[in-house]
């Protein structure tokens, strides 16, 4: 492959990455919330339950920047605040799905729609390349992002 292509790529792959940023923003503030806090309802709808602790984990965020964050979903009534059983120093956030998916869905609808119907006019051979990509890449930002967090001063 051509350093030329190889590059054209890294381009369009960091486009796509600032695009996604600039979309998540404007979702973000549709749903009175910012781009990042939306996108970490996104861990919570995902993972489901976990302990602030976890979801500073998670995030990269520190403890009192997911204090912070859970108290802005909880006015929202996106989530609820429990103890834990066994332990009443872990608090636990438990996200109210159905709450969460009725405000971010209908942002998302088109978008969802669109980007299906861009999928379907690849054949499957395509997709299981772009597939591939993605999983590796993910990957690749995975192991980035231990490294950065492993590197904290």
Known sequence: MSDELIKRIRKLSQQYAYTSIQMHEAVGRRAGLTGTDHKYLGFLIEKGQMTAGELATLTGLTTGAVTGLI???????????????????????????????????????????????????????????????????????????????SKKS
């Open 71 to 149: 108290d802005r979903f909880e006015k929202k009534d996106l989530v609820k605040r429990r103890f834990a059983e066994n332990d009443r120093r872990k608090v636990i956030i438990e996200p109210d799905i159905d709450k969460i998916m009725a405000l971010l869905t209908p942002l998302y609808a088109d978008f969802r729609e669109k980007s299906e119907q861009l999928t379907a006019t690849f054949s499957e051979s395509e997709c299981a390349v772009i597939e591939a990509y993605f999983q590796k890449a993910i990957g690749i930002m995975n192991e980035t992002t231990v490294q950065l967090n």
